[in-house]
């Protein structure tokens, strides 16, 4: 079975959406980077310096469509062919656009490139929109800027899905974990057991997973990305 784990790389919102809301994602998405940038330093982790990242989610895929999100391009004369048969659909299905989907035209090459939608749920805890920690979401909704986001997929075993699942019921709608961001800045591992900070759930959710070696009591997107990367290999740009 396979997962994955979604990084923000701290790109946006358009500041022409409201200034506050700009000012606020910058300062959050760079005090992240930038203080994990620090303690990377600090712990000669050079090699992970260049997962710049503010913010991690986990995508669980659609039963039926997967994560979605796969492409084909399709000449005019192609296209016609297909429609006068009526293969269009079956044809696009056996190319791997197995749900809906956006048609862009290019006049250039005279074709059509077909985009199929996102699928799936993001897991994760944030403060981000109406959220006030540990929440489920559809993926088209988390993700609706895909140029904002990279991703390592993952495989894992079904039977492990089980724990990891009653932890994802158990945590669900619990409170963010601010106590927990502190211990970024101290010596001493300051958490709450309740509460959750994005990437301390999801790393969990890793290692229950068996996709990361243990469970790290503190741990940023940062620096669970290198943990991935180093198994899975480096993060893709989703878009």
Not at 26 to 39: D, H, N, P, Y
Not at 74 to 96: P, T, V
Not at 99 to 111: L, R
Not at 128 to 139: C, H, L, Y
Request: hydrophobic share 40%; aromatic share 14%; glycine share 8%.
């Amino acid at each position: 079975m396979k997962v994955r784990f979604v990084f923000h790389t701290g790109k946006g919102p358009n500041i022409r959406n409201g200034f506050g809301r700009w000012l606020k994602a910058k300062a959050i998405s760079v005090g992240i980077i930038g203080w994990t940038a620090v303690l990377a330093v600090v712990r000669l982790d050079w090699k992970i310096l260049k997962y710049s990242f503010d913010h991690v989610e986990i995508w669980w895929p659609d039963k039926e469509c997967g994560f979605g999100m796969n492409s084909l391009e399709i000449s005019d004369a192609c296209r016609c062919h297909l429609e006068i048969k009526g293969y269009l659909d079956s044809f696009l299905n056996q190319k791997g656009i197995v749900g809906w989907y956006t048609e862009q035209y290019n006049k250039e090459s005279q074709s059509t490139l077909f985009i199929e939608n996102i699928y799936g749920e993001c897991f994760s805890s944030t403060t981000r929109g109406n959220a006030k920690g540990v929440r489920i979401a559809p993926a088209s909704e988390v993700l609706k800027h895909p140029e904002r986001w990279m991703y390592i997929e993952c495989d894992f075993h079904g039977n492990q899905m089980v724990s990891a699942k009653r932890v994802m019921n158990n945590a669900n709608t619990a409170k963010y974990d601010y106590w927990g961001l502190f211990g970024f800045f101290s010596p001493f591992n300051i958490e709450d057991d309740s509460k959750w900070y994005c990437s301390e759930i999801c790393a969990y959710i890793a290692f229950l997973l068996g996709v990361i070696d243990r469970d790290y009591k503190r741990i940023s997107p940062r620096r669970l990305a290198g943990k991935l990367a180093k198994r899975w290999g480096e993060p893709k740009e989703l878009k």
